[in-house]
Structure formats: structure tokens, C-alpha cells
């Protein structure tokens, strides 16, 4: 099984913490989603022995193509790629781009699952990452999408500077309040480059505080959990039967086509990316040439990429898979490496699966690194 993720390059205005390629520019719209669906038959015989499970649109803010636009990317990938009988199709989408008109008309497309962008009910929050939607058409939004979609995902943000721990239980309160059987948080990262690093380094917004973030992260495990979710992966919670197929996809290393500007692609051997520039993007497209550069993975490549990814899983690093396909030196070198963090009681081995314990969750991205190998082929 494989997945299309489509990047919808676009948005309304920039969230001042987002480093994703997007423009908020839409001259180029009709002629970039052209160039989708050109991609996607350029690159069909690179999935002629996958069966695709999952399509995803992610951005930028998919939500602003019109129905018509997303029912033609879909139409596209079904008429060149083997497709299972009930895809996960997923739409990612802003609050305020839901509207009653809007969600009617969604359900009657291929669309089966919603990823909203909601990351706060604070107006406070909203205006300090300059999202584009408010407080009140995050709720009327969730109100109405629930009545028409059964498979919703939440995205909230933590670790906001100012955001209490009281504030962000109510977030996540509020987000159990529509019942919906996923949601998706995140720590808020000051990433380079971006207008939320120009503010924190002129004193207009407070930094990000780690230990703030961990304190949530750790607020936010438990009354998921209580409530019935699954952390299936460091991000993510859903409901049995209810984890998201694409985000999962990554995780346990199934291949995956990356269609649009900065899209990213994976075979199992290789890692393509395509040019982040949209003019650049159309100009290639336009002339039969995919706009991508391809890594071969090394061994060693692989094994880190494994060992990251599977950390930060309840599926964990195997310790036979590792042994199968790296060899013994790499098992013995990993249980090396580890042994320190099992002694501080951030990693465990069960059932020959090396596991982040609950302290280590949270820490599971810096350990994964440091158990990296280095130089070798």
C-alpha cells in the first residue's frame, strides 16, 4: 500500500511561526493546479506495482481550492494509479474557509476526512500566530463539520508564549467537546527565517519556554488518554480504528508520491523533493520535466531513518527488523547507545521492541539522534 500527498502551495496570509512553502499569491492558481495534475500522470508508472490508500492535501491551506479543483486532482489520481476501494482521502482545511455552504458541498465530493487547522481557542493566540480565522469561527466551524464528516482531525499548538497550563486544558476540553475521534498537537517551534524568530529576537513575543512545553505535553498525554485516544505517534491521538492512514504511512516507512512544490517523495531506497518555487514548479512542469532531486539512501541512511521515525511510534524500533535488515553490528551498536537512556529511564525494551517510556516521549526526537550512526556506508 502507498499514499499521494498533493501540496496545495496557498494561503490567505502567513502564520507568523510557519516555515512550509506557500504564497499568498493565488495569480497562479489555475496554471499550478494544471501542473498537479500533469505531475501526477508524468509520475504514474512510479506506483505500477502500489496500490495508493491514501491521498492527502496538505499546504499552505488546501481548503482554498474550490470543490471543483480538488474532485479533478482526485478524478486524476484514480484514473492513473490502482486506488483501494475506500481511500483515506484527507482535506486539510481552516476554520474559516468551513462554512455551512462550503462543508454541504464537501460531502459530496471523495473527501472523507478533515484536518482542521484550528491550533487555539484563545483569540489571543490566534492574533499572536496570525492565523487567519477567530476564536468564533473555530467553534461555529467544528459545529457544523461535525454534522457532516464522522472523521475529523484537530490541530492545536502548545507551548504559546503566554498560553497558562489552565488555558491549554480548556483547549483541549473544548476540542473533546465535538467528539471528534483525532487530534493532531504540536509544540510550537521557532523556526529560521520566519517572522515569529524576527519577533522573539526583537522582544515583541516572548520565547518559546521547552519546559512550559513539556509540562503541556504532558497535560495533554493524560486527558487524551483518559478520554479514550491512542498517542499512537508523538503528535498524534486518535480513537481505535480512527489513526490517521497518511500520517501512519510515514511512520512505518510505506512509500509515498509528493506531488507539487516542495513535496517530498519516498520508495524505500530513495528520497525526492521537488523545487520550492512555483513559478519554477509550472515552468518545469509545462515542459514535460519533473522539477525533483533524488537521494539514493545509504544503509546507514535507513537505519537512522528507522530509528527516528520508530521512536517516536507505540510500534517502537524492533530490534529483528534492525538485525534483518542492517545486520548484527547495527543492533549491537543501537543497544549500545541506548543503554544509557534505559539506565535514566527514557527508553525500555519489551517484546524485543526498544520503546520511549512516558518521560522519554517527549524527548524522543533528541534521543532518536544521538543514537544516529555516523559515516558509515
Known amino acids: ?218 497535560i495533554l498525554v493524560d486527558k487524551l488518554e483518559a478520554s479514550g485516544f491512542i498517542n499512537y505517534e508523538l503528535s498524534n491521538f486518535g480513537k481505535p480504528n480512527f489513526f490517521s492512514k497518511n500520517n501512519s504511512s510515514y511512520w512505518l516507512g510505506k512509500p509515498y508520491l509528493g506531488i507539487g512544490p516542495s513535496a517530498h517523495s519516498f520508495d524505500g531506497d530513495h528520497r525526492g523533493w521537488n523545487v520550492s518555487n512555483n513559478i519554477k514548479y509550472i515552468k518545469s512542469v509545462q515542459n514535460n520535466v519533473l522539477p525533483i532531486e533524488i537521494e539514493k539512501l545509504s544503509v546507514t541512511d535507513k537505519f537512522n531513518e528507522y530509528i527516528m521515525t520508530g521512536l517516536r511510534t507505540i510500534w517502537g524500533v524492533s530490534l529483528k527488523k534492525v538485525e534483518d535488515d542492517f545486520g548484527e553490528s547495527y543492533k549491537r551498536y543501537l543497544l549500545d547507545q541506548s543503554e544509557i537512556y534505559i539506565k535514566e529511564h527514557l527508553l525500555y525494551i519489551e517484546e524485543d521492541k526498544l520503546l520511549t517510556t512516558k518521560k522519554g516521549k517527549f524527548l524522543s526526537d533528541g534521543i532518536a539522534s544521538n543514537l544516529f550512526k555516523i559515516n558509515l556506508s
Open 1 to 218: 500500500m502507498a499514499g499521494i500527498y498533493i501540496h496545495i502551495p496557498f494561503c490567505k496570509q502567513a502564520c507568523y511561526y510557519c516555515n512550509f512553502h506557500f504564497s499568498t499569491s493565488l495569480n497562479k492558481k489555475s496554471e499550478l493546479i494544471q501542473c498537479l495534475v500533469k505531475e501526477l500522470e508524468l509520475r504514474k508508472n512510479e506506483f505500477k506495482k502500489e496500490t495508493v490508500e491514501t491521498i492527502y492535501f496538505g499546504g499552505g491551506t488546501p481548503s482554498l481550492l474550490t470543490n471543483d479543483e480538488i474532485c479533478v486532482l482526485i478524478d486524476t489520481v484514480y484514473n492513473n494509479f490502482k486506488v483501494v476501494k475506500n481511500p483515506e482521502i484527507t482535506l486539510e482545511a481552516n476554520p474559516d474557509d468551513l462554512t455551512p455552504q462550503r462543508l454541504n458541498e464537501l460531502k459530496n465530493t471523495r473527501i472523507n476526512r478533515l484536518s482542521i487547522g484550528v491550533q487555539s481557542f484563545f483569540e489571543r493566540d490566534l492574533k499572536l500566530m496570525n492565523r487567519a480565522h477567530n476564536e468564533k469561527e473555530a467553534l461555529n466551524c467544528l459545529e457544523e463539520a461535525t454534522k457532516h464528516f464522522h472523521n475529523i482531525s484537530i490541530d492545536l499548538i502548545y507551548g504559546i508564549p503566554g498560553l497558562t497550563n489552565e488555558e491549554w486544558l480548556e483547549n483541549i476540553e473544548t476540542a473533546l467537546s465535538f467528539k471528534v475521534p483525532h487530534i493532531s498537537c504540536y509544540a510550537l517551534t521557532v523556526e529560521p527565517k520566519t517572522a515569529l524568530e524576527t519577533f522573539i529576537k526583537k522582544g515583541v513575543i516572548d520565547n518559546v519556554d521547552d519546559d512550559l512545553a513539556e509540562e503541556q505535553f504532558n
